[in-house]
């Protein structure tokens, strides 16, 4: 009856999934295929100039992202996976800060360095030019990418085969050898899963070009809500949608080939190198690291600083004053307490759900390691198929069932869990994996049932790969804007969606102080991961 069980088991996630995510993305696409004629509405979709160009801008931006992200992280990766030095476990984890950072906190931190009246345009004229269009969008796209791709890059070395090291240095081997026949290979996986995760996330990116650019620079992402929102064309944002998804399923289905590759790895002890000025590579990989590190902690200086100083004419802290001023309220049709409840009640509802699903996975997963491949596909689709395109999906399905736009809230929440879901996955799923079944087997002998044996065996001993999937799924929802500002209406108003709104209406010292509020609350989240959950890695 056990392998019957476990999939009785497994059978809610399933079901949230194929409800909340692909039943509404497939009838969508049905209905649009239907009403446009199918092949001739994918024919007309794609003659229509702007939407060839969403789909060049969503391989340029890509690809060039891809490619300089590889290229700054690779030896950034290989500096944290092959040498040994103070600090370096911590700021393995700092490197993660960028991918839970809000896509806009960075976007405005781009425009703080970079634009108009950017602290470094403004010293250095000619990095203006990093302040808008594709560069700008590039920029944006490394801040969030180029740590993931060291992070993976770092896994690699790590997983590498330290027996098969050894046998090359015992024959006399050179450290070209060693690194061409033993631990090379595997940090370029790790390189090539950090350049398609890159290339899929800038190219599928939302706020980078609506804010930096412009409609010359929209990705397809952009591009079907612009069709859907603003030209009132859901048909052709629908058959654009589907395009989309055809287009990124290649490089999906070849990310995730490598990642299993990559965390089959032998790995064993990591052969690290003490940190030395003697040798000249370590000195210069440790001054790429350190600049890339540094990059972080400027971008983010730069938020904070307009957030206290916003520019001007205007005394510090006027932003402040100004964001919960009864004017702002008023021109926004909620105040600022309301924007900030929302994004803390919507992140924390779907953290909960999340972390529900991730808890009935996490038993399968422990009981069949076998499956967590399976597993990880099915909830890696939503993230092919993009918030936009998710979003899109449940407003034209659930949100007439669901008593139209005044529940649009629990659209929201449930969009969150859904792009949230794959990485609470993994959150648990890496502990879970690692652990010895003995003490839920024994459990199973004296008479427990098998959850019993998971909730009282497994799970306890898991406890701070929970607390990381709970704030991991937390940290996605405070920041999460593109399937947000598809669905919000003005009493639903989240703060990343504020952050657009007060620009609109010129509100700009209210803004950089709402953007500063919302890093704060994400650094929080990343302090709460560190201090209080598991230590966040890979």
Do not use: H
Not at 5 to 19: E, R, S, Y
Not at 75 to 103: E, H, K, M, Q, T
Not at 238 to 258: E, H, I, K, N, S
Not at 414 to 436: D, H, K, R, Y
């Amino acid at each position: 009856m056990r392998p019957r069980g476990d999939a009785f088991a497994v059978l809610p996630a399933i079901a949230f999934v194929v409800l909340f995510a692909l039943l509404p993305v497939v009838i969508l696409f049905a209905s649009v295929l239907s009403t446009t004629g199918g092949l001739a509405g994918l024919s007309s979709t794609l003659s229509d100039p702007l939407n060839r160009a969403s789909i060049v801008n969503s391989l340029v931006q890509g690809g060039l992202s891809a490619v300089l992200a590889v290229a700054v992280g690779y030896p950034v990766g290989i500096f944290f996976g092959r040498y040994d030095w103070p600090g370096r476990a911590a700021l393995r984890s700092f490197l993660l800060v960028p991918f839970l950072l809000p896509s806009l906190v960075v976007v405005f931190g781009i425009l703080d360095l970079f634009g108009p009246a950017g602290l470094a345009a403004s010293s250095v004229p000619a990095l203006s030019v990093l302040g808008t269009g594709l560069p700008a969008i590039v920029a944006a796209n490394l801040f969030f990418n180029v740590p993931i791709v060291v992070l993976f890059t770092t896994t690699g070395a790590e997983g590498a085969s330290a027996a098969l090291e050894e046998t090359v240095a015992t024959l006399g081997g050179s450290p070209w050898r060693a690194y061409r026949d033993a631990w090379g290979g595997p940090t370029w996986v790790g390189a090539a899963v950090g350049g398609l995760v890159t290339f899929l996330f800038s190219a599928l990116s939302f706020a980078p070009p609506l804010l930096l650019c412009g409609s010359r620079c929209y990705t397809v992402e952009a591009r079907i809500w612009s069709l859907d929102q603003l030209l009132l064309s859901p048909e052709a944002a629908g058959v654009l949608a589907f395009v989309m998804v055809l287009l990124f399923l290649l490089p999906t289905v070849l990310y995730l080939l490598l990642l299993g590759r990559l965390r089959a790895a032998p790995g064993g002890p990591t052969r690290r190198k003490p940190l030395s000025r003697r040798d000249p590579l370590a000195v210069g990989l440790a001054a790429l690291s350190t600049a890339v590190v540094g990059a972080v902690f400027v971008l983010l200086g730069s938020v904070v600083y307009r957030a206290v100083a916003p520019g001007g004419a205007a005394p510090l802290g006027a932003g402040w004053s100004e964001l919960f001023a009864p004017t702002t309220t008023g021109r926004l049709g909620i105040s600022a307490f309301g924007m900030v409840a929302n994004t803390l009640l919507f992140a924390t509802a779907a953290a909960a759900i999340t972390l529900l699903l991730g808890i009935v996975l996490g038993f399968v997963v422990a009981r069949r390691p076998g499956r967590a491949a399976a597993l990880g596909l099915l909830f890696f689709l939503p993230l092919l198929i993009s918030p936009v395109v998710l979003a899109f999906s449940l407003a034209s399905f659930w949100r007439p069932l669901v008593g139209g736009e005044t529940n649009v809230w629990l659209l929201i929440v449930l969009s969150q869990a859904v792009l949230a879901l794959p990485f609470a996955l993994q959150s648990l799923e890496i502990p879970l994996a690692g652990l010895p079944p003995a003490a839920r087997e024994a459990a199973e002998t004296l008479g427990a049932r098998p959850w019993g044996a998971f909730l009282d065996a497994d799970l306890p001993r898991v406890r701070g790969g929970l607390a990381t999937a709970g704030l991991f799924a937390f940290a996605l929802g405070l920041g999460e804007f593109t399937a947000t500002y598809f669905l919000w209406i003005p009493r639903y108003t989240t703060l990343p969606v504020a952050l657009v709104l007060l620009g609109q209406d010129r509100l700009f010292a209210a803004e950089n102080a709402a953007v500063g509020l919302l890093l704060l609350l994400s650094l929080a989240v990343f302090a709460a991961l560190y201090w209080g959950g598991r230590r966040v890695e890979l």
